[in-house]
């Protein structure tokens, strides 16, 4: 039993109390709202998945659904892209697939009705393009540091 068990325990029949909160912020307690519009046959047969993801506004049947299906190739051919040695990759194509990811990332959590699949799949893309930009920079910088350290086997080579 936590320590301030006791304590809460003594306080509630003082919160439970209509007196304890005379402001008048409080609602009064009243029913609830209840639409006649409504069927009770609607009430009692809720609409299965199938049939909500078919008629949601981001549903099955709109570009919302199938443009992040689609393009999760884009981010299954950059994951088989790491077998690839760095030398054969393209800097500009992974860093126009890094800025596309991040950028539609964020606008898929902006506009209406807000797409979590395409952003998921934007944020996987630009993931995977900052992994690629990643290897092939640090390629790029090895591949200096040989040159350099060649120039100096040379100049030593040179002066003996």
Not at 64 to 90: C, Q, T, Y
């Amino acid at each position: 039993m936590s320590p301030t068990a006791p304590f809460l325990r003594a306080t509630r029949p003082a919160f439970r109390s209509s007196q304890f909160f005379t402001s008048s912020l409080r609602r009064p307690a009243t029913r609830r709202f209840q639409s006649t519009a409504s069927s009770t046959a609607e009430q009692a047969a809720p609409e299965s998945w199938a049939k909500r993801m078919w008629n949601s506004p981001i549903g099955i049947k709109t570009v919302h659904f199938w443009a992040p299906v689609m393009k999760w190739g884009l981010v299954i051919a950059g994951i088989s892209d790491f077998a690839r040695p760095a030398e054969n990759l393209s800097l500009t194509q992974n860093a126009a697939l890094t800025a596309t990811g991040i950028i539609w990332t964020r606008w898929c959590l902006i506009i209406k009705p807000k797409n979590y699949l395409l952003a998921a799949v934007n944020f996987f893309l630009g993931m995977v393009g900052v992994v690629q930009v990643s290897r092939i920079l640090m390629y790029r910088q090895s591949q200096k540091g040989l040159e350099a350290s060649k120039d100096k086997t040379v100049e030593q080579v040179v002066q003996a």
